[in-house]
Nanobody
Framework: QVQLVESGGGLVQEGGSLRLSCAASGSIFSIDAMAWHRQAPGKQRELVARITRNNFTNYADSVKGRFTISRDNSKNTMYLQMNSLKAEDTAVYYC???????????WGQGTQVTVSS
């Protein structure tokens, strides 16, 4: 089992920055890729950014150039640096971790990010 706890959400004005953290515990060795997803009110959950065990990254087009995903394996923590935030970035942000070989996904409880215009 893997437990994921997000932190760092909050209220910020447009153009501002936030850094989200996702702390992993439990069977850390079983984790392959990790990712950030988000879900805005009335919309489906969408992938924001993903990082593999070897630090290969990919991003949703809507956040490219503004968001940066990273992970510190020594601290079992993943980050999402969000700059130049827009009102449309407002959502609950979820951390996810994919189990090696099975593809099973673990999820955190989510953290709210609100960007005021």
């Amino acid at each position: 089992q893997v437990q994921l706890v997000e932190s760092g959400g909050g209220l910020v004005q447009e153009g501002g920055s936030l850094r989200l953290s996702c702390a992993a515990s439990g069977s850390i060795f079983s984790i392959d890729a990790m990712a950030w997803h988000r879900q805005a009110p009335g919309k489906q959950r969408e992938l924001v950014a993903r990082i593999t065990r070897n630090n290969f990254t990919n991003y949703a087009d809507s956040v490219k150039g503004r968001f940066t995903i990273s992970r510190d394996n020594s601290k079992n923590t993943m980050y999402l640096q969000m700059n130049s935030l827009k009102a449309e970035d407002t959502a609950v942000y979820y951390c996810a971790a994919t189990r090696r070989y099975t593809g099973y996904e673990y999820w955190g409880q989510g953290t709210q990010v609100t960007v005021s215009s």
